[in-house]
């Protein structure tokens, strides 16, 4: 075997796959830092971030055969990161949560089990999965306004904030939102995702 800084993510895998050790440290090494600041950015504490790399790890490799192939292994490998840091906010009650119908779409197009939801040449499912890792608030301000339709009005009263202030809320986020697709659509969805972290 060649030396392994050289070897692509997928050669690793498939080795991995047949039970090479030298392949799962290379791949571990090659993603830890990034899984941890993923998972750092998230709970903003080392000795949980720690946690939650080492379970984000641990998950995706016991299923590297879920790994098929559609779009970079760093993209599937933060995809499943990133969901499995939401569920830990969602058990401690850390994040608050409403459910709406579009959220469930979001989910089920960032399920790594998915194949659907790393064809980043799906507008669609691009979007909602950005929508769905924006920072707590700005997620509810959009969901509220474009997918239940709440008024400005309903907003302030919310959110407890001027007219002037929801309405530059809601264009900052549009922006950021944009920038993120932009990003995503010209370097992949990995490369938006750490635009966050």
């Known amino acids: 075997m060649k030396k392994l800084e050289m070897i692509t993510d997928e050669a690793l895998v498939a080795a991995c796959r047949k039970n090479d050790r030298e392949a799962w440290g290379e791949l571990y090494n090659r993603y830890y830092n ?3 600041h993923k998972c750092l950015s998230f709970v903003h504490n080392h000795d949980e971030a720690f946690d939650l790399a080492e379970e984000a790890l641990l998950k995706a490799f016991s299923h590297l055969n879920g790994f098929r192939g559609d779009a970079s292994f760093s993209t599937w490998l933060f995809t499943i ?3 499995h840091c939401l569920e830990a906010l969602r058990k401690n009650n850390k994040r608050l949560s409403e459910s709406h119908d579009l959220e469930e779409e979001v989910r089920s197009l960032a399920d790594p089990t998915n ?3 790393f064809s980043e040449g ?5 979007m909602l999965t950005l929508i769905d890792v924006l920072p707590g608030n700005e997620k509810q301000l959009l969901l509220l306004k474009y997918s239940q339709g709440e008024s400005i009005e309903a907003l302030q009263e919310k959110f ?5 202030a929801i309405k ?3 264009k ?3 922006e950021k939102l944009n920038h993120l697709y932009m990003i995503a659509t010209a370097l992949g969805l990995a490369e938006a995702l750490s635009q966050l972290g």
């Open 34 to 36: 990034k899984v941890f």
């Open 81 to 83: 990161t990133h969901r």
């Open 115 to 117: 194949e659907a939801s």
């Open 122 to 126: 799906d507008p669609k499912a691009l």
């Open 160 to 164: 407890n904030l001027s007219q002037s």
């Open 168 to 170: 530059m809320r809601l």
């Open 172 to 174: 900052r986020t549009k």
